[in-house]
C-alpha cells in the first residue's frame, strides 16, 4: 500500500505537463537582462566591504597601541622615571659577565660567601688588597661605580657597613652589565 | 542551425543564437526547475539567473567532457539549490489537496497542484535530498549523470536518494491515514 502511493505520486509528477505561464514575457525580460552591460556593483561593493574592514581593523589596531603605549608613558611620567632607567632585561652575555664576576668574589676567602650573595665592606676590601689584586681592581671600580650612581649604599659602605651583593642585584639594581661593557 | 552550430555561434557572442538555445531549452529546464523549486516565480527567477550563468559560462562549456544538457542541468541544479538553501521563509500550501491526494486512490492531480503537492511531500527533505530525488526519480537521470551534475559520489546519491524516498513515503501516508 505505502509503495503504491509513492510510486503514484512520482507518476504523476512525472506524467504533469508543467509549463511556465508568460513564457514570452519571460523570454524577453531574459534577452533584456544578457543585453544589459555586466553589473560589476555588487562585486565593488564587496571589494569596498573587505577594503573597509580592513581599514576598521588597522584603526582599532593603532588606537589599542596607542593607548597602552600612552598608559605606559603617564606609568612612567608619575614614576619620575625616563625611558633610559628602566631596568633593561639582561642578555645572556651580561649573565654570564656577572656569573664570572660572581664566580670571582666567590673565589676569595677573604669575603663572606652565603645563599645571600657576596658580603664586601671596608675591612675585607683591605684584606683583598693584600690577597687578591685583581678582585681589588675590580671591586675598586665597582666602588667608583657606585658612589656615581647609588650613593646611599656607597654612604652605608664608607660607614662601615657591609654591603650585600648578589648576581641578581648585579645584574638588575647596579646594572653591572652596562658597567662591564662600558669598562 | 544545429545545436553544435548553436553554441559554437553563442560562444562567439551572437545573442540571436543563444536566444534560440534559450526557446529550445527553456520548458525543458523550467520543468527541472519546478520540480525542485515547486513556486512558479522563485522558478522563472532561477530560471532567469541559470540562463544569465549560461550566456556568461558558455565558453567554457567542453562538449567532449559532457552532454549540453548534462552542462544545463548542472548549472540550473545548483542555482536552484543555492535558491533553495536561501529560502527564508515557508510558502504556504493548502493540506487539502495532500488529504484528498492521499485518500482517493483515483484523485486527478490538476496541474496547477502539483508544485504544492510535491512542496508538501518534500517539506522533510534537504535540498541535496530533493534534487536527488527529482533527478533520479522524477527526470530518470542515469547515476553517473546524476553524478556529473551534483558532484555527489555514487554512494551519496544512494544514500540521499534511499532517505528522500523513505521520508516522501512517510509523510504521504500520514496524510494518507489522517
Known amino acids: 500500500m505505502e509503495k503504491d502511493v509513492y510510486k503514484r505520486f512520482v507518476e504523476d509528477v512525472k506524467r504533469t505537463d508543467l509549463r511556465m505561464s508568460n513564457e514570452d514575457k519571460f523570454k524577453q525580460r531574459l534577452l533584456q537582462k544578457i543585453n544589459e552591460p555586466r553589473n560589476y556593483s555588487k562585486r565593488l561593493i564587496q571589494v569596498l566591504r573587505v577594503a573597509a574592514s580592513i581599514v576598521l581593523l588597522l584603526s582599532l589596531g593603532t588606537y589599542i597601541w596607542m593607548e597602552v603605549d600612552t598608559r605606559e608613558q603617564r606609568w612612567l611620567v608619575e614614576q619620575q622615571i625616563n625611558g633610559n632607567q628602566l631596568v633593561q632585561p639582561s642578555s645572556g652575555s651580561c649573565k654570564q659577565a656577572v656569573d664570572k664576576m660572581m664566580t670571582l668574589l666567590a673565589s676569595s676567602e677573604s669575603l663572606p660567601f652565603s645563599n645571600k650573595g657576596v658580603a664586601f665592606s671596608k675591612v675585607h676590601l683591605k684584606q683583598i688588597k693584600s690577597e687578591n689584586a685583581e678582585l681589588f681592581v675590580m671591586l675598586e671600580r665597582m666602588l667608583v661605580y657606585m658612589e656615581q650612581f647609588y650613593p646611599s649604599d656607597y654612604a652605608a659602605f664608607q660607614s662601615g657597613e657591609t654591603v650585600q651583593l648578589t648576581a641578581w642585584q648585579l645584574r638588575k639594581e647596579y646594572d653591572v652589565c652596562n658597567w662591564i661593557t662600558n669598562n | 542551425m544545429t545545436e553544435e552550430q548553436l553554441i559554437n555561434s553563442s560562444k562567439q557572442g551572437n545573442k540571436l543564437a543563444f536566444a534560440q538555445l534559450i526557446d529550445k531549452y527553456t520548458g525543458y529546464l523550467y520543468q527541472l526547475v519546478f520540480r525542485i523549486i515547486n513556486n512558479e516565480e522563485e522558478s522563472k527567477d532561477v530560471l532567469q539567473d541559470t540562463f544569465i550563468v549560461v550566456w556568461q559560462k558558455l565558453s567554457q562549456y567542453d562538449a567532449g ?114
Not at chain 2, 91 to 114: F, R, T
Request: glycine letters at 6%; a positive charge; charged letters at 30%.
Open chain 2, 65 to 178: 567532457k559532457s552532454k549540453f544538457t548534462t552542462w544545463l542541468y548542472t548549472i540550473a541544479t545548483r542555482q536552484a539549490i543555492s535558491s533553495l538553501r536561501k529560502r527564508k521563509h515557508l510558502i504556504p500550501v493548502d493540506d487539502g489537496v495532500m488529504s484528498k491526494y492521499c485518500e482517493d486512490a483515483h484523485y486527478q492531480l490538476a496541474n496547477k497542484e502539483v508544485g504544492g503537492l510535491i512542496l508538501k511531500a518534500t517539506k522533510n527533505l534537504s535540498p541535496l535530498q530533493k534534487v536527488v530525488f527529482v533527478l533520479r526519480d522524477v527526470e530518470e537521470l542515469e547515476v553517473d549523470e546524476v553524478r556529473q551534475i551534483t558532484g555527489l559520489s555514487a554512494k551519496q546519491i544512494k544514500d540521499n536518494l534511499y532517505l528522500a524516498r523513505k521520508l516522501v513515503r512517510e509523510c504521504l501516508m500520514k496524510y494518507g491515514k489522517g
